[in-house]
């Protein structure tokens, strides 16, 4: 027997059997089903304790940028809604909405990656499978379409001082298509990250794949809806109304659904700790200011109000899933129970002869 350093490291040895007699049979059948297993059941474990999945480095631009893109995609919908009705107050605001919103998630993505030539990287390739190129991609086109009707508004509000000369024509017959164009890039500007999220291995992240697009989309609604009730006249800002009530009620509505579809364990992050309360607050300010809307949304006091709470409930929507998933990767815990629970549910179900319930 050898003595060294790491002997303290060295789990516990069981205690040896006593070796049997010559021909003294054990108890059972003679079959093998009742006899004793020589090796104790397997409990859960990562290498020292690491956790199983590499958390992403993702910070708080990014969670940032999640909550800024559905800002964007939101506003550019309405915005439409405003062209289509009418209401030239509501469609400026909004207008001005998405191209800030989206310059703004744009600074906080390239704020993550480090450097912005890595932006421009990424838009070297088009991958179907990557909702990171896709998503690229449609920030990219999104941006395009927004800041031309965006301009024709800044031009009108300065007396047609921008210096943009002859092409002041062009982009003024350019601009009800551009803002077409806009809105109908605003639902995938504001669902593409629930995929980009739900695409990697992060237990909460990936658990959540059917059901977060609609959150992320709910939340875009309330969100946009909000800030157009705090910019704009509430004798114009009635599409906003009635989009931020669909929104709480759809935001509300997803995410129970959500979680109840969850695996229970891969669920726990969402409801504990930091983010647990954040979502809490958020389903808290995004009822309050969905019925504050309704009963006395007319009122401006009351509109600023409500919108202020509308945006808040969003933030912390974006910023507590986002830290959700972070600690559910932080912890093998999250990893390794429903991987456990897959795998009893798949024999129960009587699978058994795939490379999955065979491994064990």
């Known amino acids: 027997m050898t003595v060294s350093d790491f002997d303290s490291h060295r789990p ?19 079959d ?47 915005a439409f809604g405003g062209q289509a009705a009418g209401l030239t107050t509501l469609r400026r605001n909004c207008r001005l909405a998405a191209i800030s919103a989206a310059g703004a998630g744009t600074v906080c993505l390239v704020a993550d990656l480090g ?13 179907v499978t990557s909702p990171m190129s896709i998503g690229s991609w449609i920030l990219s086109a999104f941006s395009a379409a927004a800041s031309i009707p965006a301009l024709c508004e800044l031009d009108r509000v300065s007396g047609h001082r921008v210096p943009i000369g002859p092409l002041r024509k062009a982009l003024r017959a350019l601009e009800a298509p551009a803002g077409v164009g806009a809105a109908i890039l605003g639902a995938p500007l504001s669902a593409y990250t ?18 977060l697009p609609f959150v992320f989309v709910s939340s875009a609604g309330l969100a946009s809806g909000g800030l157009a009730m705090i910019t704009t ?64 949304g007319r009122h401006r006091a009351v509109a600023v109000a409500s919108g202020l709470a509308l945006l808040g ?44 319930t065979t491994a064990g």
């Open 12 to 30: 516990p040895e069981l205690p040896r059997r006593r070796r049997r007699k010559p021909g003294k049979r054990s108890r059972g059948s003679g």
């Open 32 to 78: 093998g089903s009742r006899e004793t297993p020589m090796v104790p059941q397997a409990e859960f474990s990562s290498y020292y304790g690491r956790p199983v999945v590499k958390p992403p480095p993702w910070e708080n631009p990014i969670a940032a940028y999640l909550f800024l893109g559905g800002v964007a995609g939101g506003s550019a919908l309405l």
């Open 115 to 127: 450097r912005p030539e890595r932006f421009l990287h990424m838009l070297r390739t088009f991958k």
């Open 194 to 211: 629930a995929a980009l999220l739900a695409d990697t291995a992060v237990p909460s992240w990936n658990a959540a794949r059917e059901d």
């Open 233 to 296: 006249p509430a004798s114009e800002a009635g599409p906003a109304r009635k989009l931020a009530v669909l929104g709480v009620a759809g935001d509300l509505l997803a995410s129970q659904i959500m979680e109840k579809r969850m695996d229970p364990v891969s669920a726990e992050p969402l409801n504990e700790g930091r983010p647990g309360a954040m979502l809490k607050w958020s389903r808290r300010l995004a009822a309050a200011a969905g019925i504050g809307t309704i009963v006395a």
């Open 313 to 356: 409930a969003s933030v912390l929507t974006r910023f507590g899933i986002h830290q959700a998933g972070i600690r559910s990767a932080e912890d093998p815990r999250f990893t390794i129970e429903p991987q456990k629970a897959r795998l009893a549910a798949r024999r129960a179900a009587g699978i058994v002869d795939d490379s999955i």
